[in-house]
């Protein structure tokens, strides 16, 4: 594990995931939209660990700026060993027939052909090397289809079947490809962005305890840590009060003295 670069690493999963990483790789390669945010983590994790980070703020729905941000990174830089796709949204929680056309591109957007995009990139320089390992962040919405979460569920179901594609192409490289698959997971700005900034919306989790970001971060590390000849292709997490994305006790949260 020497180079690891992380999608959507400004908040929530990717940015746990980059704090997780920190001790364990020497090479960190943050990408995300906010250059502020990338560069304050990046400051942040090169104080207390021996690695070094590179920060290239792009957003993931636009493929130039994906091309012309990663060929920028220099040819040693290159040798990406993990990459997570971890980018990814949900907007908005509608029924079919009244759901924002702008909600569903920007979800199909980021979470499908940006996913697809940065994937087409790095994975040649996989191939070339005949190492690699890629991480999908997934989601139970990529298992279960629930209630007025239609394109999102489309979308993680696409991410779904394309961690199995991607196998089904790369094992034969040596390449690993897995994805984990969160429920509900509180500590990012997954809720906020969801319901456009409304804060009261966004309150769903105060009746339960969801999963936290770094329940996620620390998966990722255990599937991106097995020996090589070990593929995890797939990890659903549930917080313990979610039985389906339909069905949550919400007696609310003490037993577990968060
Ligand atoms: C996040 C989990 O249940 O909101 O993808 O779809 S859920």
């Known amino acids: 594990m020497n180079t690891i670069l992380i999608t959507g690493a400004t908040s929530g999963i990717g940015r746990a995931t980059a704090y997780r990483f920190a001790a364990h790789v020497k090479r960190m390669i943050l990408t995300g939209r906010r250059a502020d945010r990338l560069d304050a983590i990046s400051s942040d994790l090169m104080k207390d660990h021996s690695l070094e980070v590179k920060t290239l703020p792009f957003d993931v729905r636009d493929y130039e700026s994906c091309r012309a941000a990663l060929e920028s990174l220099p040819q040693d830089w290159r040798s990406i060993d993990i990459l997570v796709n971890n980018a990814g949204k949900a907007k908005g929680l509608a029924p079919i027939q009244s759901g924002e056309l702008r909600h569903w591109e920007e979800m199909i957007d980021t979470n499908l052909k940006g996913l697809l995009y940065v994937t087409r990139l790095i994975s040649p320089w996989m191939v070339e090397r005949k ?6 962040v997934c989601s139970i919405a990529g298992k279960e289809v629930y209630p007025n979460g239609n394109v999102y569920c489309a ?4 991410v779904d079947a394309l961690t199995k594609g991607m196998r089904f192409d790369l094992h034969k490289h040596r390449i690993r490809v897995g994805q984990v698959c969160p429920s509900h997971v509180e500590e990012t700005e997954f809720a906020l962005v969801r319901f456009d900034g409304d804060e009261e919306l966004a309150k769903m989790y105060e009746d339960f305890q969801p999963l936290k970001s770094p329940d996620i971060a620390e998966t990722i590390y255990f599937i991106a840590s097995q020996p090589p000849h070990v593929n995890i292709e797939d ?17 609310g949260r003490d037993f577990f003295g968060d």
């Open 155 to 158: 979308t993680k179901f696409a």
């Open 235 to 251: 990890v659903v997490m549930w917080g313990t009060q979610q039985a389906s994305a339909i069905v949550t006790d919400r007696s």
């Open 131 to 136: 190492s690699g390992h890629i991480i999908n």
